[in-house]
């Protein structure tokens, strides 16, 4: 089948891009002190000489003491991390690509002892790692709205210093994420009870960061069902209770929805072999972004535990693409063992990618 689809470009009132292929947010602890350094640079630079038409940064850690597990995380606040953020999106500029950071803080995803500031608490909306079992105390409205101003002033750190669009991480059970989930949400206040008030932090942060980046700068946001606590959670067991929580949200100020599955193929509602990308894209008629396992044989919790992820047939993919299912897409761990897998796909050399296994990860963590 033709790549046509994927090589299309993206044109939507806030984003343009030269095709449809998205390097997605893979973490990594290469940046001591959390100040992204050449390696950064050239790690960037090279997907984007490869033709990716978007990079999405690793999670870079917004200005709070809980929002990061490691040091060696880049952060998006210190005035020698956007030093060096400026100088990767000057990088990927000038090899023609685009890049947005991901905002990120961790939550409960953070152990107590961890991190720049380890004798800190960790951050949860109701003081929970996992549904009944407590780790702290729950966080106050006070430090809420501190958190919410830090992704703010991260956005517009981003857009001050040449990024063209920002995503916040909203997923995988991380900060947001804990909020918009019932097993870790166990508050009465406003931003707990019903889903749209679990939604209320994230609309917080949208909203704010709008507020700093105006009207015309995109904003991605990622959420998933699945968590890292429980790879089974669900936010929604129905569309319409997805779109209890996505609508608050795309109301504040949403551009586009990065959708984060295991394997792109699967069906997220019975009755319909549309993905979470495609109910979302149809729920809220804005653009959307698929992930999971393109272009592999095997999810990534698999790859991590000694699995080998070899290349595979883009045909299904290319289908629901071309059906309008979804508009974007997003590639990870394709792109770490191949920079140039655009390149190869248009060419029609499919079988000089490489294979992704442990010799590879170093450049993943």
């Given at each position: 089948?033709?790549?046509?689809?994927?090589?299309?470009?993206?044109?939507?009132?806030?984003?343009?891009?030269?095709?449809?292929?998205?390097?997605?947010?893979?973490?990594?602890?290469?940046?001591?002190?959390?100040?992204?350094?050449?390696?950064?640079?050239?790690?960037?630079?090279?997907?984007?000489?490869?033709?990716?038409?978007?990079?999405?940064?690793?999670?870079?850690?917004?200005?709070?003491?809980?929002?990061?597990?490691?040091?060696?995380?880049?952060?998006?606040?210190?005035?020698?991390?956007?030093?060096?953020?400026?100088?990767?999106?000057?990088?990927?500029?000038?090899?023609?690509?685009?890049?947005?950071?991901?905002?990120?803080?961790?939550?409960?995803?953070?152990?107590?002892?961890?991190?720049?500031?380890?004798?800190?608490?960790?951050?949860?909306?109701?003081?929970?790692?996992?549904?009944?079992?407590?780790?702290?105390?729950?966080?106050?409205?006070?430090?809420?709205?501190?958190?919410?101003?830090?992704?703010?002033?991260?956005?517009?750190?981003?857009?001050?210093?040449?990024?063209?669009?920002?995503?916040?991480?909203?997923?995988?059970?991380?900060?947001?994420?804990?909020?918009?989930?019932?097993?870790?949400?166990?508050?009465d206040d406003k931003y707990g009870g019903s889903r749209a008030k679990r939604s209320q932090f994230a609309v917080e942060i949208v909203q704010a960061i709008r507020a700093q980046v105006g009207e015309d700068f995109p904003i991605i946001f990622?959420?998933?069902?699945?968590?890292?606590?429980?790879?089974?959670?669900?936010?929604?067991?129905?569309?319409?209770?997805?779109?209890?929580?996505?609508?608050?949200?795309?109301?504040?100020?949403?551009?586009?929805?990065?959708?984060?599955?295991?394997?792109?193929?699967?069906?997220?509602?019975?009755?319909?072999?549309?993905?979470?990308?495609?109910?979302?894209?149809?729920?809220?008629?804005?653009?959307t972004i698929t992930v999971g396992s393109v272009s592999l044989n095997e999810e990534f919790i698999a790859t991590f535990m000694g699995g080998e992820a070899k290349s595979v047939d883009i045909s299904e993919l290319l289908k629901r693409l071309?059906?309008?299912?979804?508009?974007?897409?997003?590639?990870?761990?394709?792109?770490?063992?191949?920079?140039?897998?655009?390149?190869?796909?248009?060419?029609?050399?499919?079988?000089?990618?490489?294979?992704?296994?442990?010799?590879?990860?170093?450049?993943?963590?």
């Amino acid at each position: 089948m033709s790549i046509d689809a994927l090589l299309k470009p993206f044109t939507s009132p806030k984003l343009s891009l030269k095709n449809r292929v998205l390097m997605a947010p893979m973490t990594r602890q290469f940046s001591p002190d959390g100040v992204p350094g050449a390696n950064v640079v050239d790690y960037y630079r090279r997907r984007a000489e490869g033709d990716v038409g978007l990079i999405i940064t690793e999670g870079t850690t917004v200005n709070h003491k809980a929002a990061s597990f490691d040091s060696n995380i880049p952060n998006f606040y210190s005035d020698e991390a956007l030093a060096g953020w400026a100088k990767v999106a000057e990088a990927v500029h000038q090899a023609g690509g685009k890049i947005a950071p991901q905002l990120w803080h961790i939550g409960c995803a953070r152990k107590r002892g961890t991190g720049p500031f380890p004798d800190y608490p960790s951050a949860t909306p109701s003081g929970l790692a996992l549904p009944g079992k407590p780790v702290g105390e729950p966080l106050t409205t006070a430090e809420i709205a501190d958190i919410v101003q830090a992704f703010a002033n991260a956005a517009a750190a981003a857009k001050r210093i040449g990024f063209d669009a920002v995503e916040i991480h909203g997923a995988h059970g991380y900060l947001v994420d804990n909020f918009l989930w019932e097993g870790l949400n166990q508050r009465d206040d406003k931003y707990g009870g019903s889903r749209a008030k679990r939604s209320q932090f994230a609309v917080e942060i949208v909203q704010a960061i709008r507020a700093q980046v105006g009207e015309d700068f995109p904003i991605i946001f990622r959420f998933s069902q699945w968590k890292q606590q429980d790879y089974n959670a669900r936010l929604a067991n129905t569309p319409e209770e997805l779109l209890e929580i996505l609508q608050p949200i795309s109301d504040a100020g949403v551009d586009i929805f990065h959708c984060s599955t295991r394997r792109f193929w699967e069906p997220e509602f019975a009755g319909s072999d549309l993905n979470l990308a495609g109910w979302t894209k149809k729920l809220l008629n804005k653009p959307t972004i698929t992930v999971g396992s393109v272009s592999l044989n095997e999810e990534f919790i698999a790859t991590f535990m000694g699995g080998e992820a070899k290349s595979v047939d883009i045909s299904e993919l290319l289908k629901r693409l071309e059906a309008g299912e979804f508009d974007l897409v997003a590639i990870g761990r394709a792109l770490i063992a191949n920079p140039d897998w655009v390149q190869l796909m248009k060419a029609g050399n499919a079988e000089a990618l490489k294979t992704y296994d442990k010799s590879i990860l170093a450049e993943l963590v």
